[in-house]
Structures are given as C-alpha cells and as structure tokens.
C-alpha cells in the first residue's frame, strides 16, 4: 500500500474533484469525474457514489480503480491507483458520510448511494510537459490563471445576455 503524502493529500483536499477510471465488463474504459474525492486516511481515498451507476457497477464486476487529481491553475497532481471497496450500509458507510459532511459537501443518506473507499496501491505525480521548458511554476499559474478569467467574464457576458433575451 501507497502512504499518501502530505502534499498529495493537500491536492486531493483543495481540488475535491478526482477523474476516476475503471474499465466496463466489455474492456472499454470508463472515467468519471467525482466531485466528492477526498481523502480517508494516510492510505485511502473515497468519493461518495451520487450519480455513478456505471462506476459503480464496473467497480463491482472489477475493483481497479485509478483516480487523477489535477490543479488545472498550476497543472501538477497526481495519479492513485489501487482497489476499491464498495460500502452502502455500516460503519464505513456512516464515517464517509460524516467526514464528507464535516468537508463541506452534502452527503446525506438520501442523496448518496454508496461510499466507494480506494486502498492506494500506488501513488505517482502528473506534471504538465511545460515544465519541460523550463517554465516555472508561478508563469504556468499566471497564464492559466489569465485564461480562466477570461472565461469567467464570458461566462458572465452570455449570462447577461440571456438574461436580456428573456
């Protein structure tokens, strides 16, 4: 088992979304992003099963499990693969409910199907190749930053505009 470090475990804990990839009962791949990744312990992970049917029951069928955690300003996070384990009752179903709700997210019984908690098997950094050049880390984040506000204000703009179309 992977331990998680304390910098991966600070990516997991400000991004809280994770791309999950499992494979389906045909061999074809499945990824699915998972807004309730976060961290259960110093070698687990967990997202809460909300919307994730097919995730779900490929993790059933095959519990390879391979979450990617990513800061898109930055463009560094990292890569954990192990086996998942699928609780819909019980203790660890109880204590995923309480430790998302103590994270800010709305996990009620209602509203979450199944807690899907992943042993981290292996644990590796994704790096984005304009490092490569050179490029430090504060100039990646000003550009990423920059074109992020620039969609933002679009996204602004088109909702202004809708609202005046209604």
Same mark, same amino acid.
């Given at each position: 088992?992977?331990? =998680?470090?304390?910098?991966?475990?600070?990516? *997991?804990?400000?991004?809280?979304?994770?791309?999950?990839?499992?494979?389906?009962?045909?061999?074809?791949?499945?990824?699915?992003?998972?807004?309730?990744?976060?961290?259960?312990?110093?070698?687990? %992970? $967990?997202?809460?099963?909300?919307?994730?049917? &097919?995730?779900?029951?490929?993790?059933?069928?095959?519990?390879?499990?391979?979450?990617? *955690?990513?800061?898109?300003? *930055?463009?560094?996070?990292?890569?954990?693969?192990?086996?998942?384990? $699928?609780?819909?009752?019980?203790?660890?179903?109880?204590?995923? %409910?309480?430790? =998302?709700?103590?994270?800010?997210?709305?996990?009620?019984?209602?509203?979450?199907?199944?807690?899907? =908690?992943?042993?981290?098997?292996?644990?590796?950094?994704?790096?984005?190749?304009?490092?490569? &050049?050179?490029?430090?880390?504060?100039?990646?984040?000003?550009?990423?930053?920059?074109?992020?506000?620039?969609?933002?204000?679009?996204?602004?703009?088109?909702?202004?505009?809708?609202?005046?179309?209604?």
């Amino acid at each position: 088992m992977a331990s =998680l470090t304390e910098d991966m475990k600070r990516v *997991v804990l400000e991004q809280k979304l994770g791309f999950a990839a499992t494979v389906c009962p045909d061999g074809t791949p499945n990824l699915s992003p998972k807004g309730t990744t976060t961290v259960w312990d110093d070698d687990h %992970l $967990l997202f809460a099963d909300i919307w994730s049917p &097919q995730t779900v029951r490929n993790l059933a069928e095959n519990p390879i499990v391979e979450i990617n *955690v990513v800061d898109p300003v *930055v463009r560094k996070g990292y890569r954990f693969k192990g086996h998942a384990n $699928l609780h819909s009752d019980g203790d660890i179903f109880d204590r995923g %409910l309480a430790l =998302l709700r103590e994270r800010g997210y709305d996990a009620n019984r209602e509203r979450v199907r199944t807690i899907v =908690l992943i042993a981290v098997d292996y644990a590796a950094p994704l790096i984005s190749p304009a490092y490569e &050049q050179g490029a430090s880390e504060e100039r990646i984040a000003a550009k990423w930053e920059q074109h992020f506000d620039e969609l933002a204000q679009r996204r602004r703009a088109r909702s202004r505009s809708e609202r005046k179309t209604v």
